[in-house]
């Protein structure tokens, strides 16, 4: 039973292309985030929604947009894909409130050639 | 921009050895957690300390936590090969902050 889940785990594209990565939780939490991972290893918030609202938007181009249909599921979309795009994309999910931390999906690797 | 640092960035060590990793942030803190990170894989949970709280213990790990000094040390004990990954610190609550990481190699 994985409790965060993204797909796909791979994704390889041509600049310039539109690209979706699905993300759905089954553990009930309220809030859920996209995490952003680079060649180095770096980890930046991207998203952070609570109960299908966004609460934070970190700067980040607009060519990206969550969108959260519901509390168990946050997608994300990128516009025009871009080489420097190319990253480790993470969703989470955490219960606000709560000392738990955070749940991590296993990344999607977006390659863009 | 990131919260935390780790240090040391790399860290190689024999099995059975204790591995020692700090962490430094910026702004204060309700409490700081750590996470592992295997290759190739999503983040996990490891231990959470309170801001309140200066030690604390979860089987080989010990986390302390100096706000004075605004850092934070994790400590793996008897180490094994299957802890080779990286590690990182993190803070806030619904904008988790993580830092660097320290990538941990624990030779067999």
């Known amino acids: 039973d994985t409790a965060v889940s993204q797909t796909p785990k791979y994704l390889v594209t041509q600049m310039g292309n539109d690209k979706s990565i699905k993300c759905e939780q089954n553990?009930?939490?309220?809030?859920m985030y996209w995490y952003k991972q680079d060649s180095k290893k770096f980890l930046k918030i991207m998203f952070s929604?609570?109960?299908?609202?966004?609460?934070i938007n970190e700067t980040v181009p607009n060519r990206f947009s969550p969108k959260s249909p519901d509390k168990a599921h946050l997608n994300l979309h990128i516009n025009s894909l871009e080489l420097g795009d190319s990253a480790v994309y993470f969703c989470?999910?955490?219960?606000?409130?709560?000392?738990?931390?955070?749940?991590f999906g296993s990344g999607t690797r977006l390659t863009v050639v | 921009s990131q919260q935390g640092e780790e240090d040391p960035q790399a860290l190689s060590i024999q099995e059975g050895e204790n591995a020692t990793m700090n962490c430094s942030y910026k702004t204060s803190i309700n409490n700081l957690q750590w996470y592992r990170q295997n290759s190739g894989r999503g983040l996990v949970h490891l231990i959470l300390?309170?801001?309140?709280?200066r030690e604390k213990h979860s089987g080989r790990l010990r986390v302390t936590l100096d706000t004075s000094k605004k850092s934070s040390s994790l400590l793996i004990t008897a180490s094994r090969a299957a802890d080779t990954a990286s590690y990182f610190c993190a803070t806030g609550h619904n904008d988790m902050r993580f830092g660097a990481g320290t990538r941990l190699t624990v030779k067999p």
């Open positions: 553990l009930g939490h309220d809030t």
């Open positions: 300390i309170r801001s309140n709280e």
């Open positions: 929604y609570n109960n299908k609202e966004l609460i």
């Open positions: 989470a999910s955490s219960q606000r409130q709560t000392d738990y931390g955070y749940t």
